[in-house]
């Protein structure tokens, strides 16, 4: 076992364990993991379909809770927290952006970029000026009164990142971000996120492209709810 200083870690977890039960099976999705991130970095998690990345992130991003094992934030061991400190810890430190947009259909982006800052209790003028302000920094503020049935997927991701960034997260959760896009659109999506990690977010994003895990600083390799060692760990060892 190698010594690591965990005093900068923003994320450490220690032999995590999933399982899912249903009427007739149990599924291990993720099995005994230990995974530390520091405060800063930009991590992809890579991995075939059903090795236990969306779980992964779900543990993470405190909205699916572990079976077994410990999860810190900022050092704080979140299993030990109620329902509500949960809640409330998620509000004030973490975003999410999915492959599918999950935008509302019935609010507009200037409304849907706003809905995070409501449950942060932000006052309306504060609201207002920093929605728009996400909004001009992914270049969607000319689109404020459009409902996501009226944009294009690649601009619903763009309003969805604004969503993301609105509340100054310390951690960016990303689920396949570019799946649902061409090339020209990920590409936008990618360096949007590099330059949020370039100004101090720390981002976790599973992917399927090599291309968008270039960006990232390290690739993490999921395979049955594990993480798979690289060569030069296995060396290390
Ligand atoms: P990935 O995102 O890598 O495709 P998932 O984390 O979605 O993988 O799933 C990991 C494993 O857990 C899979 O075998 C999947 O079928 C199972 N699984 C995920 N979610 C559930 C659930 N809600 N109920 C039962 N099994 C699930
Ligand atoms: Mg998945």
Redesign the pocket.
């Known amino acids: 076992m190698i010594a690591t200083d965990t005093s900068e870690s923003l994320i450490r977890l220690e032999q995590i364990y999933k399982f ?3 009427d007739t099976l149990q ?1 291990a ?1 993720l099995n005994g993991l230990d995974l530390t991130i520091k405060s800063g970095e930009f991590v992809s998690i890579m ?10 992130l779900n543990i993470l991003g405190m909205i699916d809770k572990c079976t077994r094992g410990q999860y810190y934030f900022k050092g704080q061991a979140i299993n030990a927290l109620s329902k509500r400190k949960v809640a409330d810890l998620r509000k004030s430190n973490i975003s999410f952006v999915f492959q599918s947009f999950n935008l509302i259909d019935e609010l507009t982006s200037f409304e849907n970029v706003e809905l995070p800052l409501i449950y942060q209790g932000v006052s309306r003028q504060e609201r207002r000026a920093r929605t728009e302000a996400a909004l001009a920094e992914l270049e969607m503020l000319h689109r404020r009164d459009h409902y996501p049935a009226q944009l294009s997927g690649g601009q619903q991701q763009r309003v969805a990142i604004a969503r993301a960034i609105v509340t100054k997260p310390t951690l960016i959760l990303a689920d396949e971000p570019t799946g649902n896009l061409d090339s020209e659109n990920s590409r936008i999506v990618m360096e949007k996120l590099q330059e949020l990690h370039k100004n101090g977010s720390t981002i976790v994003m ?1 992917t399927h492209a090599q291309s968008d895990a270039n960006y990232a600083q390290r690739t993490v390799e ?1 395979f049955d ?1 594990n993480i798979l060692m690289t060569e030069q760990e296995y060396a290390a060892l």
């Open positions: 899912h039960f249903t599924t999705a991995g075939p379909s059903g090795s236990g990345k969306s779980t992964l599973v999921l709810g």
